[in-house]
């Protein structure tokens, strides 16, 4: 019996093996690449088949990313057959061996950012934690509409101001997008399109879709991405939209303080940055 540290440097003890664990909020899904499963803490890891390229260290961040070949069937990949889980999938990934005293060690830590399906498996693409802090940030635009994130500091609305709890009367069973809910005639059927509505999915996470179009009598909403959740009897949260124009801000919402847009620019087809004077 030895600690991790004495047969990493030993010559014939080493029995390697590989932890990943992927977390989103209450959901967790655990993998090793060992030939059993493993128990560690009291949590378990899945042995499956499996394999990743190599961890590089290097000055550019752009060439660390991880490539896992997983299979396709395991409860973590298929749910990207539908769409994509709403939120980030962290994943972290430690090392151990066979009898070693002391804790697995923590050899990488990122994120999941897509996963492609081939003919024999599924690639889940992650790149590490640090790959965040090193992306431009956006900048504000010169632009006549809102650039404001809708409901976000800037905008400074109040989403839960904004919003119909209620439930989905019926749905689309052929596209799975478009939901009846009568309640949602308590506004303008005009005020959904460009919000979202929030649920909770079986694993008690909250999921987000998009609305796109909302027709009225009944209350329709077509929202951006279908989800095995979503039946009738679901609860939801739907959010009123915004199509970022003055108009909206000011009849919808009263927020024409914190309009981020410059509505009285040229319309002419100037460049305000290029050598023709525009004022």
């Known amino acids: 019996m030895a600690t991790f540290a004495e047969i990493e440097v030993s010559e014939y003890e080493g029995e390697p093996s590989e932890l990943y664990e992927f977390i989103r909020g209450l959901e967790s899904w655990r993998f090793t690449s060992a030939d059993e499963d493993k128990t560690i803490n009291g949590s378990t890891y899945s042995s499956i088949p499996m394999q990743r390229n190599s ?144 649920f909770t999915n079986s694993a008690g996470n909250t999921e987000r879709r998009f609305i796109t179009t909302s027709t009225a009598t009944p209350t329709v909403i077509t929202i951006s991405l279908g989800s095995a959740d979503l039946v009738p009897g679901k609860a939801f949260t739907a959010f009123f939209g915004c199509d970022h124009s003055t108009a909206i801000c000011l009849s919808k919402f009263n927020n024409i303080d914190n309009y981020g847009g410059f509505p009285f620019m040229p319309i002419n087809g100037k460049n305000p940055f290029g050598s023709t004077p525009i004022f």
């Open 55 to 198: 961890i590089e260290q290097s000055q550019s961040v752009s060439r660390s990313p991880l490539t896992l070949n997983m299979t396709k069937d395991n409860n973590l990949v298929t749910q990207y057959i539908e769409a994509p889980p709403a939120g980030i999938i962290n994943l972290t990934i430690r090392k151990l061996h066979e009898d070693q005293t002391d804790s697995p060690i923590i050899i990488w830590i990122g994120r999941v950012i897509n996963v492609r399906f081939t003919d024999k498996f599924s690639e889940v693409r992650c790149e590490p934690l640090i790959t965040s802090l090193n992306r431009q940030t956006l900048r504000r635009l010169y632009q006549a509409q809102c650039p404001h994130v809708l409901y976000g500091p800037q905008c400074a609305l109040d989403a839960n101001s904004f919003k119909v709890d209620t439930t989905i009367d019926s749905i689309n069973p052929v596209n799975n997008l478009e939901i009846t809910a009568a309640a949602l005639n308590q506004v303008d059927v005009d005020w959904w399109a460009g919000g979202y509505i929030d």
